[in-house]
C-alpha cells in the first residue's frame, strides 16, 4: 500500500495497533545513546516485505531474570552512524508475541538504503540492520535479489548466506540484491536429536540445536507440538550467525514451505506413516510462530495489529468431508489455515511483480503419498512411476473428460484406480487459484516472478530405453515420472492444474512469466510447458528452482541408501572408469536419458555420453543438478531476466572463510523478453567451474 500522507499512514497504523514510524522529510542526529549490546537481542535484527515506502523492522528482545524490557526505541536512518534519522517510534513488546516485536517504517523514499536499529531505555542496543526499499511504480531500473530455500542447521551449516554478503559486499551498487526471496523450509520441524541417530544424517553430523519441551517423539526423530516448540525451532535458526548476518544485511520475502508446520503436511493434517492425523492445534501454532518471526504483510483474521497473533480457538477433529476442491470441510480445519493467509503480491517498479503463493494451506492430498500408491512403485527403478499412472492419479475422476478407468495396468497387472472418485489434484485451492490468476493477468509488470515454493518443471526419465536384462522390464508404457518423496509431488505432477495456470498465460497472451521455485534440494533452469514429446511442447514462460542453502538432496541420499550392486546405480550416482567417487550421474537421466548414463558409467566420457541424449526426454530443461547447494539471483531488466545460480560444496561444517568457502561452479540463464506468441528460450552461459553432468 501507498500512503500519501503522514496522516493516512497514522490512522492505518493506530488502527492496526502497530508501531509505526514514519519518515520525517527532515533528517536528524540520533538523540538515544544507544550501546551495541547484541547478546540481549539474541536472534538478530530483519525486516521484510519492503515496499517503495514502507518496510516491516523486527526484532527480539527477550526477559532477563532480573529485567523485563516492555518498550524499544526503534529508530530508521539514512546512514549508518544514524547521523540523518528519519523516523522513530517507541514499539511494545510483551510475551504473547514471545518478545519479538514487529514495526511498521513508512513514508519512506524508494529504492534507498535505510539502516534501523532498537534501543532500550537503558540504551542497551540491538545490531544495526540494513533494509531496502522497492523502487517506485514508473521506475524502469533493473531489479536485482536472490532466492534460497531449505536451511537444516540441524544437519548442515549455512555458509551460502556467508557467500551471498561477501559478493554483496563487493558488488557495485547497481549490482548489489535488493531483497532475499526465502521460499520455506526457513526451518525444519522435524529434529533428529544427536544421540538418537549416533551415526548422523548421510554425511553429515547432527548438531543438538533445540530440545522440544513438549514435542513428540516419532520413529527417531521429534517434532513439536504447540506453539512453544514451534517458537523455540524458529529461535535455535536464527541463533545462526549466517543467517543472522544475512537478516541484518537485507530485507527478507519469507514463504513458508511444507517444514514450517509439517514434512507431510497438507490443510491442517499430518501424514505419519501413511496415516493422516488430524492437526488443526499445530497448524495455529506454526502459523502463529511465523508470525512472530517473520516479519510479512499477512492477513489474519484476529485483526491487522502487528503486535500480537491472537490465535484462533481449535481442536484437532477428523476431517472427513472434502468438497469438490479437495477442501475439508470440518470446521476446525478451515479455521486453523484461515488464521494467516501467506499469498501475497509485491512490486518492485515498472519491471516486476512478485506473486507468491501458498502450495500447503490449501492442498489436496499428494495421490504418491497414499499408500495405495506403493503398488505402482518398484525397488527395482527407485522413485520411477509410469508418467501414465501419475497422470491418472492427478486427473481423479476427471481423468479422460470424466470417465476415468476402474483400474490402472503397472507390469501387466490391473490395479484399482485408488482416485477415480476423488477431484484433480490441486496445490493452490479454488480461492486462492482464483486470486493468483486475477494478479497474473492485471498485472502490468514487465516480468511477473510467481514465488512457488515447490517446483513445476518436470522431472522425468526413460526407463523404457533400457537395454533388456539389465534389471526386470520397466512396468510403464513410456516414460517415467516420479514420486513425492524422490522430489515430484509438486506441481510438476500437478497436471490439471499446472495446465489450467499455462493455459491462462497462454489464452491471455502473458508475457514475462518466470517462476521461482525452492523444495526440491536441486537446481533448475527450464522453460514452462504443460507437457511434454511426444505430447505438444509449447512453452509459456521460464522456470527456476534452486539448490538447497544446506538440507541434503537425493544425490547425498543415494550415495548412502541406494546399494552398490543395484541394477540402476549408474543412472543415479555411477562412476566412470576413472572416479574415485560416485558422480551425480541421475543429472543426466533427468536432462538425456538412461543412454547417456550408461554410456558415461561405461566409458567415463562426458561427450560420448551427452552425444546419446534423447531429445524428446526434456527439452524443457537447460540446467539440472540434484546435487548442488546454495543459493540463486535473479536480475530483471526491462528487456531481461537472468538467473545466475551459486552452486557451493556439500555444507557439512560452517567455513570459517571470509567468503563462505569455494565455489562449485556458477552459471548463468538468460532470457530475453518475448512477445505476445512467441517462444521463451534460455541461453545457458558456465561463468566458473565444470557442471558437467547438469549441462
Ligand atoms: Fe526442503
Not at 482 to 493: K, L, P, R, V, Y
Request: proline share 7%; with cysteine.
Amino acid at each position: 500500500m501507498i500512503f500519501t500522507s503522514r496522516r493516512s499512514f497514522l490512522q492505518m497504523a493506530a488502527a492496526m495497533g502497530a508501531a509505526a514510524a514514519w519518515g520525517e522529510p527532515f533528517a536528524t542526529r540520533s538523540k538515544v545513546s544507544w550501546h551495541e549490546r547484541r547478546d540481549l537481542y539474541s536472534e538478530g535484527v530483519a525486516s521484510g516485505d519492503p515496499e517503495s515506502d514502507s518496510v516491516l523492522l523486527w526484532t527480539r528482545r527477550a526477559p532477563k531474570p532480573d529485567s523485563i524490557v516492555d518498550r524499544l526505541h526503534v529508530e530508521v536512518a539514512e546512514d549508518e552512524s544514524f547521523n540523518r534519522v528519519v523516523a522513530t517510534t517507541e514499539a511494545q513488546i510483551s510475551e504473547a508475541a514471545d518478545w519479538t516485536c514487529r514495526v511498521l517504517a513508512g513514508g519512506l523514499k524508494p529504492a534507498r538504503v535505510y539502516w534501523y536499529r532498537f534501543t532500550d531505555v537503558k540504551g542497551n542496543g540491538s545490531r544495526v540492520g540494513r533494509t531496502i526499499t522497492a523502487p517506485a511504480g514508473d521506475d524502469a531500473r533493473p531489479v536485482r535479489f536472490a532466492f534460497v530455500s531449505c536451511q537444516n542447521a540441524n544437519q548442515g551449516a549455512q555458509n551460502a548466506y556467508r557467500r551471498m554478503i561477501f559478493e554483496d559486499e563487493r558488488a557495485a551498487e547497481e549490482n548489489r540484491l535488493g531483497f532475499v526471496l526465502h521460499l520455506g523450509d526457513f526451518i525444519y520441524e522435524i529434529v533428529w536429536y544427536p544421540e538418537d541417530r549416533p551415526q548422523g544424517m548421510y554425511d553429515r553430523r547432527l548438531r543438538d540445536i533445540v530440545r522440544y519441551e513438549h514435542g513428540e517423539k516419532i520413529r527417531d526423530f521429534h517434532i513439536p507440538t504447540d506453539v512453544g516448540d514451534y517458537r523455540a525451532v524458529y529461535r535455535s535458526y536464527l541463533h545462526d550467525p549466517d543467517l543472522q548476518d544475512a537478516r541484518a544485511r537485507w530485507p527478507f520475502v519469507c514463504m513458508w514451505d511444507n517444514h514450517e508446520f509439517s514434512w507431510i503436511g497438507w490443510q491442517s493434517l499430518q501424514q505419519f506413516g501413511g496415516v493422516n492425523h488430524p492437526a488443526q492445534t499445530r497448524k495455529v501454532a506454526a502459523n502463529q510462530a511465523f508470525f512472530e518471526y517473520q516479519p510479512a504483510r499477512l492477513y489474519k483474521p484476529s485483526g491487522p495489529t502487528l503486535s500480537q497473533f491472537d490465535p484462533p480457538k481449535v481442536v484437532d477433529a477428523p476431517i472427513s468431508h472434502f468438497d469438490e476442491n479437495g477442501l475439508g470441510q470440518e470446521p476446525n480445519n478451515l479455521t486453523a489455515i484461515r488464521s494467516l493467509r501467506g499469498y501475497r503480491a509485491l512490486r518492485w517498479g515498472h519491471n516486476m511483480e512478485l506473486i507468491i503463493t501458498d502450495q500447503r494451506s490449501y492442498r489436496s492430498e499428494e495421490p504418491t503419498y497414499r499408500p495405495e500408491a506403493h503398488a505402482f512403485m518398484s525397488s527395482n527403478f527407485p522413485g520411477f512411476i509410469p508418467e501414465e499412472v501419475l497422470d491418472v492419479l492427478d486427473a481423479g475422476r476427471s481423468h479422460n473428460g470424466g470417465h476415468p478407468p476402474a483400474t490402472i495396468e503397472y507390469g501387466g497387472t490391473e490395479i484399482a484406480n485408488f482416485r477415480k472418485d476423488q477431484p484433480p489434484t490441486t496445490l493452490l485451492g479454488a480461492e486462492q487459484k482464483a486470486w493468483f490468476l486475477d494478479r497474473l493477468q492485471k498485472s502490468k509488470a514487465t516480468w511477473k516472478i510467481w514465488g512457488n515454493t515447490v517446483a513445476t518443471l518436470d522431472m522425468r526419465a526413460d526407463p523404457q530405453n533400457l537395454p533388456r536384462g539389465l534389471t526386470s522390464a520397466w512396468p510403464g508404457a513410456g516414460y517415467a515420472g516420479f514420486d513425492a518423496s524422490s522430489g515430484a509431488g509438486d506441481h510438476s505432477t500437478a497436471y490439471v492444474e499446472r495446465g489450467e495456470i499455462y493455459d491462462f498465460v497462454r489464452d491471455h497472451g502473458i508475457t514475462g512469466f518466470a517462476t521461482v521455485a525452492g523444495d526440491r534440494h536441486s537446481f533448475w533452469a527450464g522453460v514452462a510447458a504443460k507437457s511434454l514429446p511426444p505430447k505438444e511442447f509449447e512453452p509459456v514462460g521460464v522456470a527456476f528452482v534452486t539448490g538447497s542453502i544446506s538440507a541434503p538432496g537425493v544425490v547425498e541420499a543415494f550415495e548412502h541408501a541406494l546399494s552398490r550392486e543395484h541394477p540402476l546405480r549408474s543412472l543415479f550416482v555411477g562412476q566412470g572408469p576413472q572416479d574415485a567417487q560416485p558422480q551425480p550421474t541421475i543429472n543426466l537421466l533427468l536432462k538425456r536419458g538412461v543412454q547417456s548414463c550408461l554410456e558415461y558409467v561405461r566409458s567415463g566420457d562426458i561427450l560420448k555420453a551427452r552425444a546419446l541424449s534423447n531429445p524428446d526426454l526434456s527439452p524443457h530443461v537447460s540446467f539440472v543438478d540434484m546435487g548442488g547447494h546454495g543459493y540463486a539471483v535473479v536480475h530483471v531488466t526491462s528487456d531481461s531476466l537472468e538467473t545466475e545460480f551459486v552452486c557451493i560444496p556439500r555444507p557439512l561444517e560452517r567455513s570459517e572463510r571470509a567468503d563462505g568457502g569455494p565455489l562449485r561452479y556458477r552459471t548463468r540463464h538468460r532470457a530475453n523478453l518475448w512477445r505476445k506468441g512467441e517462444r521463451p528460450k534460455l541461453e545457458l552461459k558456465i561463468v566458473e567451474g565444470d557442471p558437467r553432468f547438469s549441462v
